[in-house]
Structures are given as C-alpha cells and as structure tokens.
C-alpha cells in the first residue's frame, strides 16, 4: 500500500526529522542558495501541533515530539560545541533545546484557550521575547537566534541597521506562519481541525493560497538590494593590521598542554608576524583573545610585566601605531565588602577577579586600558549566581566561580588628541559578537570600528569558527562599522559596512591581514534606539499569557480535537 503525501505529513516522526534538517541545510555555513530553507523550516513545527492537536494529544505528548525536534536541530547545528568540552557541548544542546521548548508549550496552550488567530500570534510572539530574554540573562546561549542565521546573505538583510537581528528572526517566523497556512491552513483538507475543510482546486486559486507567503519572501530581500545598492563605505580611513599567530589552544598555547610553546616564543611569533606586514601608515594592530599567555597579570602592576615591557618596545618603534590585545588580568579588592559578586578568595591573595581582557597600548608612555569581557560564557566563563554560591562553599584549589566583567562597553580611544582622534575601538572579545544590542553599545559609546579578538581554535576545524565569523557581518550591518577581526587559529579578516568579508585568511595557518578600513562615525536607527522589537515583544508575551491564563480558568477550550482524516 502505497504512503500518500497526506499521510506521509501527518506522522509525526516524519516531521520532526524534516524540520531540523532544512533548519540545519539553511543555516550558516552551508551555500548562500540553501538560506531559503529557513523560511520553511519552522513549517514541520507548526504541522506537528497541528496534528497532534487533531489526534487528541496532550500538552505532554506535544512537550516530547517538540523538545526531540529542537534537540536534533540543536545538535545538528552546534555539535562542535562537544570540541572545546564534551560535557559542555552535551549540556549546551540539551538544555537549549529545553529553554527554546518553553515559548512553543506556551504557544500550545494560548492555543487551546483562545483559538488559532491569537493563537497563531501568540507563536510569533513567544518566540520572539524567549529570544530577548536569551540575550540578556545568566543562561544566554543565542548562537541559534533565528535572525543571525541569515549571515550568509547580508544582501538580503540591509534593513538590520533598523530592526537588528530580531527582525530578522519576525521574518522568518511570518513567512514559516504565512507557508503553513498556505499548506494547511482553512483551504486544505490535509487535516480536520479547527479550519474549513474545502479543498481549493485549479491553478488560480493556488496562486491566491501562495502569494501571501511569497510577498513575505520577496519584499524584504528587495527593500535590502535597493539599500544595499545605493550604500557607499563612509568616514576617514585608517590602516589596520591583524595577526593570527596559529597557537593550537589544546596543545601550544598553555603551560601544561603537551606541546607547550613558553609565552616568550609565543609572544616572539605576534611581534615578527606583526613588523613583517607594518607600513609607516599602519594606525592599529589587532592581536587575538588571551594572546599574551602569562595567567599572572595584576593590574595593579601592568607596567611591571615583562611581556607588557615588550608591547611597549614594539608600539614605540612605530610612530602613531596602536596596538589591541587579548589577555587575562587579575584585579584584587581591599575586602569582602568591595568585592565584586564574581569575586574569589584565597587566603595568600585576598579577594580578587579573573578577567578575560583587552588591553589597549596607545603609546610608548601613554596609560593603559583595559576592557574586560561582558559576555561571558555560561558554564565555562560564568556560572549562575544560584550555581555559584553553592559551588564556593566547595574547596577545589581557588579556580571555581566566573570570571569578573563589567557594566560599560569601554571604548579605546587615544590617550591624548592625535591625528589618528577618529580611530574609535570597540574591543570585542568572541561570544561577544553574537550580541547586536551588545555589540551596539560600543557604538553609542563613540566607537567607529569594531575589533573583534577571537581564539576559536577551541572548535577545531568545525562550522563552528565559520559561522562565528559569519554572525561578524550582521553586526557591520546593524551598526554600519567595518570589522577588523584578529583570531588565534582563524579565520581573521576585515568586513565592511555591508557586511561583506573583504579580506580573511585561511584555517590553521600563521597570518597577518592588513587592510584600509573606514571609520564611520554616524548611527543608525538601530544602534540609537537599541532592542525596540524585543522589549515589545517581551510586553506583548506577558499580556497574551494573562490573557491565556484568565481564559483557561474562565472560559472553556475553544479548540475541539478532531481525528487525522485518513
């Protein structure tokens, strides 16, 4: 017997394999082309509530069938998250795929009580504020933001520079929604459910069924070719030079790994790459995360520090050059009461914080600056207060608890006024740059490039350092600042204000990049007004579950199960 296509999209299993997978084909780094899966990937998803729905199922059921969908996505997409830490990448798609389950129970049940129109919108809704949320508290993990997945075609998403990359993600929620409904909505007879089970016939009508999902499509890619047409880079120029000193993370880079490279060899390495592609012209270097490998840098003592001595040599031969590099600071508090909430305690130091920084050399004599990192990583950078407290009553050597950060988005400026005045840094160091609204701070604050400082190397040869790099070309959008970004292992390069990588090294190679980027001081609508969509979206959730939850206890279910029609 043969299997017809109703039935064949009315088993669950078959839906829940299907989604994920054109979830995954379209996302960053597959072939630009494959980016048009995404605007039907969600469609499986909404089919499986459907018909679970009309076969009686409860909120448990449609709980399983969801969360097995969301976790095949999940690992299919960020698998080589396991390279870094096996555990860590385990725990990191398990529980995402928890979380994003969250918003799709609450869709089910607003549903149930207040029917498919306000029930549909709830879907769009839901997700849309869990995203928000996913960006600002202690368990952020946003690398699956369905607005950084359209990184491949910057051309398509010019208008990023107003809506930021949750615009992005309402554009791929309303045309899933617009799809499924042209599918298996009123005018299909797919399933039997709340809708009008008349079939529509004939060629025209079909083309009456698609056109909405196609105007969805279509529009914004066209309003994003004519704001990409006509954009031109703007602001002064400065040339800037990255380094990729290709220091293996898991054997080179750290004292105790089997090939250990002794940080003055590491350091000897940056410094001749650097001179080797420096100009009289060259108005900035950029070096990777943790690039200076000593872990014992107070900074209190800075100046003292033999590898910071020779920061300074290198800056000070070159005229008019700055320099940005990653590393890790420490920073002590006189007592309990000034200590931060990351703060640890060893009874031969005190109080004090573990940073991973930036550090900012403007000159040979000039003060130093430093930027700790914000974003950090939940459970290898950060753990969650609640985890943390009960974690510090365990003894394991003073290495347990978060790493320290701080509250404003620094911006590297020179220490005194120079030629070089507009040359504006932000210093973003890796998770950093999945954030738009993070990242835009930066700009508010005054900053005409972004640095991103990166040591991806901790994913291997993965899709996981391609799409970090990827996710870079959003945030060139949404700010309109060119991109020099500098990586221990790759892939360093440069993006422009369209968003487009105009020079990148290889994989696992030595490199320097140099290139001429402009320094563009104006902002856009985005970058003034921040996460206008997300805050609204967040309000809107909370009242449609107020609505939902008054009319679970006020008022029967709207919705009647009815059987699959076979």
């Avoid at 800075?302 to 910071?308: K, P, Q, R, S």
Wanted: proline fraction near 6%.
């Amino acid at each position: 017997m043969s299997l017809s296509f109703k039935d064949f999209v009315s088993k669950p299993w078959v839906l829940v394999l299907l989604g994920p997978v054109l979830l995954w084909a379209g996302w960053p780094v597959h072939p630009a082309p494959a980016t048009v899966l995404l605007l039907v990937g969600l469609v499986p998803l909404l089919r499986l509530e459907q018909v679970l729905r009309a076969q009686g199922a409860r909120a448990a059921r449609f709980w399983r069938w969801t969360y097995l969908y969301l976790l095949i996505w999940n690992v299919l997409t960020t698998y080589w998250v396991s390279y870094s830490t096996l555990g860590g990448g385990i725990a990191a798609n398990v529980l995402n795929a928890a979380l994003q389950s969250l918003p799709l129970l609450a869709f089910w049940h607003t549903k149930r009580v207040a029917g498919s129109k306000i029930g549909y919108l709830s879907f769009v809704v839901y997700w849309l504020a869990f995203e928000q949320l996913h960006l600002t508290w202690d368990l952020s993990w946003p690398w699956l933001t369905l607005g950084n997945a359209f990184a491949m075609v910057p051309s398509w998403v010019q208008w990023y520079e107003y809506t930021g990359q949750l615009g992005g993600s309402l554009w791929m929620l309303l045309v899933n929604l617009a799809c499924f409904w042209a599918a298996f909505g009123k005018h299909q007879a797919l399933v039997a459910t709340e809708f009008d089970p008349m079939v529509v016939r004939g060629p025209r009508l079909a083309f009456n069924r698609w056109l909405v999902p196609v105007v969805a499509a279509v529009v914004p890619v066209l309003v994003s070719f004519g704001i990409n047409a006509q954009w031109e880079e703007k602001g002064p120029a400065a040339e800037v030079v990255v380094v990729q000193p290709n220091i293996d993370p898991f054997q080179e880079k750290f004292e105790g790994g089997p090939k250990y490279i002794p940080a003055e060899q590491q350091l000897s390495r940056m410094i001749q790459l650097t001179e080797s592609a420096l100009t009289p012209n060259t108005k900035l270097v950029l070096w990777p995360e943790t690039a200076l490998a000593d872990e014992t840098h107070w900074e209190n003592n800075l100046e003292n520090a033999a590898d910071i001595r020779r920061v300074r040599g290198l800056v000070a031969s070159h005229p008019g050059m700055r320099l940005i590099t990653g590393f890790t600071s420490v920073g002590s508090y006189p007592n309990k009461e000034a200590a931060s909430g990351t703060a640890r305690f060893r009874d031969d130091l005190g109080y004090y914080d573990v940073f991973n920084a930036a550090l900012h050399v403007s000159g040979p004599v000039s003060p130093l600056q430093v930027y700790h990192k914000s974003k950090l990583v939940p459970g290898v950078e950060k753990v969650p207060g609640w985890l943390n407290s009960a974690l510090g009553t365990i003894d394991l050597g003073g290495v347990v608890g978060s790493y320290g950060s701080q509250d404003y988005r620094s911006v590297f400026r020179p220490a005194a006024p120079a030629t070089d005045s507009t040359l504006r840094v932000a210093p973003v160091i890796c998770y950093e740059s999945i954030y738009s609204d993070y990242v835009s701070e930066y700009v508010r604050n005054g900053a005409t490039l972004i640095g991103i400082i990166t040591n991806d190397g901790w994913w291997s040869d993965s899709p996981g350092y391609k799409q970090h790099l990827t996710y870079g070309r959003l945030r060139a959008i949404e700010t309109r600042r060119d991109i020099a970004r500098s990586a221990n292992t790759g892939i360093s390069g440069f993006i422009n204000q369209r968003g487009d990588i105009v020079q990148q090294t290889g994989w696992w190679v030595p490199a320097v990049s140099r290139y001429t980027v402009h320094l563009n001081d104006e902002l856009t609508f985005y970058t003034r007004h921040g996460e206008l969509l997300g805050h609204a979206v967040q309000v809107l959730a909370v009242l449609l579950l107020g609505f939902a939850l008054v009319r679970r206890f006020t008022a029967r279910p709207v919705e009647k199960p009815v059987a699959v029609l076979r």
